[in-house]
């Protein structure tokens, strides 16, 4: 704790902790240190979640003392509780077995592969919400969650026009054996994405974050790995200095399982990030995020960057579409899914979008690398 405290890559935010409430966390931390209070996540649950207290909390899982923990999912179970509270007794059981078994299940798994965002955690409480409208809207027909027809369904369907979220807690009630009468219409196919960056825009973004020093060096790489190689900002966030290699005198980043030569000057701003960072591709943090951050252990939010990027034009979601748009047309399906790492059949459906059909590509390089016939 001692050394990871003092060799802090941002000791501005290590003597801000010790300073905060007046130094809530390092009079927390001694006591620990003195056997005073347990060194546990119950500790801390029971404690305020302000961010004095989490920072300890982080700093002491990013140490080992602790157990690896997620805070969104820390934060639901309490968000959870207080919601049952405000709703009627009746509803409470089965709302809370929706949420914990169901809801938050998805969120472990969200988790368990680095896509627990603050999106998916909104997205969770949606759902349990419109879980209790659910019930509410039965309520007012003189029916339960067990007892409700497909006509009752039928007249919520109706009542309310356009469905956001219901298949989730309908389709619980029926595989959990609740009610197993009861069934909502299948949800239509989605629509193609709509590309609503124009080429052009997407160029004049990139000159802009290649070239403007007024924007944040590490907003400025995660716009372009966005505009550029087609990233998710969950998965930018999330990426390690691991990813970042050196071959042939040429900086290469690996987004999916091939690396990828960085052009110039893309290759010097992240050289520069990892310099100002301090990290070394070969010191001991090469297994550390690549863009840290503010709590130990914990790479830099996705909505840190995101509204830096909104504020110069750029949607991220809005623009990684016209990348992908882009790059279908260029890149055969196969190696474009293996570059930036999609599914092969989404990139087959982008390829799709964009009027390219790259479904021969296997077959003529097969063709084109087997024997000559003599």
């Given amino acids: 704790m001692f050394d990871t405290l003092i060799e802090s890559e941002r000791p501005q935010t290590t003597i801000w902790w010790l300073r905060k409430k007046p130094g809530v966390g390092a009079v927390l931390l001694g006591q620990m240190a003195r056997g005073e209070v347990p060194i546990t996540h119950d500790t801390f649950r029971g404690l305020p979640q302000d961010l004095a207290h989490g920072y300890l909390r982080h700093l002491l899982a990013a140490v080992g003392v602790l157990e690896p923990f997620d805070p969104y999912i820390e934060r639901m179970g309490p968000w959870l509780d207080g919601f049952l509270d405000t709703v009627p007794e009746r509803h409470r059981e089965l709302l809370r077995r929706f949420g914990r078994w169901h809801v938050m299940k998805q969120m472990r798994h969200s988790a368990s592969v680095g896509r627990l965002s603050r999106g998916t955690a909104d997205a969770a409480r949606h759902r349990v919400r419109i879980a209790s409208k659910v019930l509410a809207y039965f309520d007012g027909l003189g029916v339960t969650a067990q007892t409700a027809t497909q006509a009752n369904l039928d007249h919520y369907v109706h009542s309310r026009g356009r469905l956001c979220g219901e298949h989730g807690f309908i389709r619980w009630l029926r595989t959990t054996g609740v009610n197993p009468r009861i069934r909502l219409p299948t949800q239509p196919q989605r629509p193609d994405p709509a590309v609503t960056v124009g080429e052009d825009h997407r ?172």
């Fill in 203 to 374: 160029w004049e973004l990139i000159d802009q974050l290649l070239h403007d020093p007024s924007i944040k060096p590490y907003t400025r790489i995660a716009g372009l790995f966005t505009l550029l190689f087609a990233q998710r900002m969950a998965d930018i966030v999330a990426m390690k200095t691991s990813q970042i290699s050196h071959a042939d005198g040429l900086l290469h980043v690996t987004f999916n399982n091939t690396a990828i030569a960085m052009p110039p000057p893309l290759d010097n701003l992240i050289a520069g990030h990892l310099t100002e960072r301090g990290m070394s591709l070969h010191a001991s943090r090469d297994t550390g995020w690549l863009f840290p951050g503010g709590s130990p252990g914990r790479h830099i939010a996705t909505e840190n960057i995101r509204k830096q990027l909104v504020a110069i034009g750029l949607k991220p979601y809005e623009g990684r579409k016209a990348t992908l748009f882009q790059l279908a047309a260029d890149i055969p399906a196969p190696v474009l899914g293996d570059l930036i790492g999609i599914s092969h059949k989404n990139a087959a459906d982008w390829a799709r979008l964009a009027a390219r059909d790259w479904r021969s590509y296997i077959a003529d390089r097969s063709l084109s690398q087997s024997p000559r016939q003599t």
